[in-house]
Structure formats: structure tokens, C-alpha cells
């Protein structure tokens, strides 16, 4: 089972780990403390590191921070699921990481299931056999453009 977590251009593997135990060994790489971590546990009477109400108030919490959970599930029903705070914070990011999966790594095809999800703001997509759709339904403003074109031309002077 593949899984990522994702932060601006960063995306992390975490297919041989746990998204909470990343949260848990690395708090200062989420924006949160030890101290917060085991009080979560602590509110709910849970162990540490166990997938509970602890886990999911931690995730909600650092994706408020900017971080967007990834998980490919592969079982009865084959699908993605994208996990971040509000969509129209993050779908630069998530438009980062849906073109790195499915053009770059290529660990994501144009026909798998993809379900974006927001917490905060209660939004929720699925895409079933083209994700490639995301990028035709996002449209560019022509200020993003000039933006994208400035930023272009300054990474290429600097060479």
C-alpha cells in the first residue's frame, strides 16, 4: 500500500511507514510538539501510535499546517485517497503531486480511482478512470501565467 505525505513541492514516501507514526517520531517536522501528541492520546485513553480519534485529530492538525496525506488502498476496491485541510489552499500542492504520480513516478494511471477530501472545508471529489481531469477543470488566470512566466525567468537567470 502506497502512501505520501505531501507539502508544497515535498513529497515524503510513506509506504513502509505509518502517516502517524511520521507525526509522532518527527513532530517538529509538522509544526507540533511531543506535548501535543501525547495529549491527544491522552484525551482519548489511547495508546500511542494506535489509529484512533488521537491519530485523526493529529492529522487534521498538521494538515491545517500544510500537509496532505496520501494512501493507496489496494484490496477489494483499488483507489487513492488525498486528505488535506481546505482545497483551495491546496490545490497547487495537490496539482504538484497528481502530475508527479501519474507523469513523472507514473504510480498513478489515468484510470485509477482518485478521492480528494478536505476537512475543514468539507470537500470531496472523486475522479473514476481519468484523473487527468483535474488539470483541465483547475483553469489558469492569466495573472498566474505573467506569475508562473516571472518565476520561470528568474530561476533561469539565476543559472
Sequence with gaps: MEGYWIKGNNIT????????SDVIYHPEKFGITKEEIENAY???????QTEGKAREELIKKVSE?????????TGKKDYWSIQFDV?????????????????EKKVLHRNSEVILNGYK????????????????E???SPE???MKLFEFVNEFTKR
Excluded: Q
Excluded at 514516501?13 to 502517524?20: A, E, G, P, R, V
Excluded at 491522552?42 to 500511542?48: F, I, S, T, V
Excluded at 483551495?88 to 501519474?102: C, I, V
Design 121 to 136: 472545508d468539507g470537500y470531496s471529489k472523486t475522479y473514476v478512470e481519468n484523473i487527468a481531469e483535474f488539470f483541465t
Design 138 to 140: 483547475e483553469k489558469i
Design 144 to 146: 498566474k501565467i505573467i
Design 87 to 103: 482545497y483551495n489552499k491546496r490545490k497547487k500542492d495537490l496539482a504538484n503531486f497528481l502530475h508527479w504520480a501519474l507523469y
Design 13 to 20: 514516501d510513506m509506504t513502509t511507514n505509518s502517516h502517524i
Design 42 to 48: 491522552k484525551k482519548y485513553g489511547e495508546k500511542l
Design 65 to 73: 499546517k500544510g500537509w496532505i496525506r496520501v494512501r493507496h488502498y
